[in-house]
């Protein structure tokens, strides 16, 4: 998402005539790194708390950390040496040692390697590979994830905070919510309505939350996001008539979310950084899901809240999240909400990627 959202930023400004390439290293230099991602998706899908075993293999096993396994090598040389790159770019932990430094004796010349990184506080689950001092630049979603790099020897002109790395739209000048809302969703009327997010551990709990929540008997509009999971996305169509007085909508694979996150009032999503961020940009109060356990990653999203004194819960169950959903869209609920909008939008002044991109083409 990030490396995206930077090529996009990149296209938008036209600094100057830039071709830039997304290579997904892991997935494809390897047969062995492919299956460490699908691994680890495996993990997020089905048993997030599992994930702080493999978390930890990773920190001490350094797989990236010191060099390249020869097969690695080869696919990455081929890569360099074909586009010839003016710029390296990383937007992952175990990116940013072994891949920069062989950048650098394939292409013989120092080419500038920059790190974004979008974690959001330091501590246990902020990998100790995503700081490399040797890097041109650092590039921190927040002065907690800056002051976590130094700590990990960064020198603290180099570890920048440049905000959160999301989509132009993001940082567009926001419509009317209410008339947006109106054009959206027609017939959900003064309905409240919540987002459930599709990420990790989320489209195959839809059916469930959604069951749970149609037998708590509220008038509550649902947007389900399925991503691609073309079987869920069916699947609740049919169980529409079934969840009165839900009001359902099946959504499947979108590729902007900034609507719909500014339109909902609730959005239930993992405390990944990518849609996260999105939400606090968008001004969208969060429940996050917790089934299945909180992800290393995870658990310094929430302790970045939780020391900035934003009041974010979080569910454990199909139950707990039902319940929680009520409870934050009732009368009783609707303080909490509003003064975590407004915390938003504090959080989502002053972010402007176009620094970063300056930083990188200056």
Known sequence: MRARSLQQWITKLHTRDVETRQWQALEESS??????????????????????????????????????????????????????????????AHLNHAYFAEAKTCLKKDIPCYTCCGEMHGGYGFSRHWANPQVTGFFAATPECAQAAQAMGLSPEKAVVSGFLLNPCFFAEKPNRTELRKALFPDLHHAPLVLLGT????????????????????????????????????????????????????????????????????????????????????ECPILFNGLGGIMPQEGITLKFFRNRGIETPKARSIRDTAAQIDHLLSKQGTTQLENTRRAFADLAKNQNPEKLIHQILP
């Open 31 to 92: 047969p062995l790194d492919r299956f460490g991602v699908h691994l680890y998706n495996w993990i997020q899908r089905h048993w997030p708390i599992l994930h702080h075993g493999y978390f930890s293999f990773l920190e001490k096993a350094a797989l990236h950390r010191h060099s390249l396994r020869p097969k690695v090598r080869r696919r990455y040389r081929e890569v360099l040496e074909d586009f010839q790159p003016d710029v390296l770019v990383s937007v992952h």
């Open 199 to 282: 990420g990790a551990n989320g489209a195959n709990q839809h059916e469930k939350i959604l069951r749970a929540l149609a037998r708590r008997g509220k008038t509550i509009g649902v947007a389900a996001l399925c991503g691609k999971n073309e079987k869920t996305l069916q699947r609740i169509k049919t169980l529409i008539p079934r969840l009165y007085p839900l009001k359902v909508y099946p959504m499947g694979y979108q590729k902007d979310l900034q609507q719909l996150l500014y339109v909902s009032d609730l959005a239930f999503i993992r405390p990944g950084t990518g849609t996260t961020c999105e939400a606090i940009m968008s």
